[in-house]
């Protein structure tokens, strides 16, 4: 791979390479429900994504407050709490936020910054606009936060929770459970479609290739219990 050019490289360093080619993944994450990538953020600084999600969503609420302190401790919070990026998840593109990041309950260096930022009101007054620009920059009308699995359950629930929806499609969900409700979504692999409530059901993406070798053993109307 040559980072600038070719000529810069020694015949020597050639003549180790045996070969070169390309290798796609075999199951992208169109497979995995992810079929367009994150758009690409034009950043001015070395804070990553969300990082740069969040200071661009205080400076829209708070114009007035205190750009290079707050810069500096966005800047020493972990990638725990601040991810590089985030997963999206199901058809309709739901933003999964991971369960420790951005949660003032995971981190106390997030609560000072929301506290100095802010305000106390933080939770009710900027978390929904942070939500919506986080959704905005990946083309997403929902956002959940991925639940913890309880080591001492003997059901493994999904433990997710709905953080923000879009109020175009608020409008929508007409039930309080099973299709309609807030919660369901629909994944679509292998040209299959699974639709569940993600704040009941767990999904597994893992196993992908037993999942697609155990669908070609299924015969056409063969009656199938998991």
């Known amino acids: 791979i040559c980072s600038s050019s070719c000529e810069e490289i020694p015949h020597s360093v050639f003549n180790l390479i045996a070969g070169h080619a390309t290798q796609s993944c075999r199951y992208s994450s169109s497979v ?8 690409a953020l034009t950043c001015d600084n070395n804070l990553n994504f969300v990082q740069n999600i969040l200071l661009q969503a205080i400076r829209k609420y708070n114009p007035s407050f205190d750009e290079d302190a707050i ?3 966005v800047d020493e919070i972990t990638n725990a709490t601040m991810p590089p990026k985030l997963e999206l998840m199901g058809d309709d593109r739901t ?10 309950a995971s981190d106390a260096s997030f609560e000072k910054i929301m506290q100095d930022a ?6 009710e007054e900027f978390m929904p606009l942070l939500w919506k620009m986080l959704a905005d920059s990946h083309r997403s009308q929902r956002v959940v936060r991925r639940g913890e699995i309880d080591p001492n ?3 493994r629930e999904s433990g997710h929770s ?22 369901w979504i629909t994944i ?28 070609k053993l299924v015969q056409p109307d063969e009656l199938i219990l998991d």
Not at 162 to 182: H, K
């Open 32 to 39: 995995l429900g992810n079929s367009h990538r994150q758009l």
């Open 71 to 73: 810069f500096k401790m």
């Open 95 to 104: 933003l999964v936020i991971p369960f420790r990041a951005l949660n003032a």
């Open 118 to 123: 802010i305000g106390e009101n933080y939770q």
């Open 153 to 155: 359950s003997k059901v």
């Open 162 to 183: 709905i953080l923000w929806i879009d109020p175009e499609i608020q409008r929508t969900f007409v039930s309080d459970y099973g299709p309609g409700s807030r919660g």
């Open 188 to 215: 679509t692999e292998q040209g299959i479609k699974q639709s569940f409530d993600l704040t009941k059901v767990m999904f597994s993406r893992g196993n992908i290739s037993e999942k697609i070798r155990f669908g």
